[in-house]
């Protein structure tokens, strides 16, 4: 996606703050961009606006404050760097937790927001990639495991030795238009319905 092309919404309590930021961001070449002076009903905002990016600027957040955007973070699953004058270690940490892109202390200059906004956008990309990854790896762990239990229940129940029962698995796959560890799963499933097979 373009820079032109983004839609930013801006959420700052103080409309000097807010006003740099918007400075910023528009010197970078961002038209789309929406101040929100209010927190409060924040989330049903970001669900009207479906911002690309979400820059949130707390002049001196409190702990309830800090909880209440971070828990934001977590929910809206889109790029968000902060802005904090000051912070401590706990902060930095809860931040990370809560999947902030970019938290950034004491460092809220006109001509830092594009550089700091591009490296939120990355690290967000990134750190999806990797989430969805590490989701496909978990769930090929997950469909192995389903297949070599069906296998055993076919070894079993007909007698068959491991390649054969593999053979039949993806025969029948084939047959149904379905994937391998889908019919694993229903004989899985069926099998559990008839009963505890031997040896299980």
Avoid: C
């Avoid at 956008?121 to 969805?132: C, K, L």
């Avoid at 997950?142 to 076919?154: C, P, S, T, Y």
């Amino acid at each position: 996606m373009s820079a032109g092309s983004l839609t930013i919404l801006v959420i700052d309590e103080n409309r000097i703050r807010a006003s740099i930021i918007e400075a910023g961001l528009r010197d970078a070449g961002h038209r789309e961009v929406t101040v929100v002076h209010d927190v409060a009903g924040i989330a049903k905002r970001i669900a009207e606006i479906e911002p690309d990016v979400i820059v949130i600027d707390l002049e001196n957040p409190n702990r309830d404050m800090l909880e209440n955007m971070f828990q934001l973070s977590r929910a809206v699953k889109r790029p968000i760097a902060m802005f904090v004058d000051r912070s401590d270690q706990a902060s930095i940490e809860a931040a990370v937790d809560a999947g902030v892109s970019a938290y950034v202390v004491d460092g809220l200059k006109k001509e830092r927001i594009k550089p700091i906004l591009d490296m939120a956008i990355s690290r967000f990309n990134a750190f999806s990639r990797m989430a969805r990854e590490l989701e496909e790896a978990r769930s090929e762990l997950e469909n192995r495991k389903v297949i070599d239990r069906a296998k055993g229940i076919l070894m079993r129940s007909r007698g068959l030795n491991e390649e054969a029962a593999y053979v039949l698995l993806r025969k029948t796959a084939m047959n149904q238009n379905r994937k391998i560890a889908d019919i694993a799963q229903s004989l899985v499933t069926a099998a559990g319905l008839l009963g505890p097979q031997e040896g299980e």
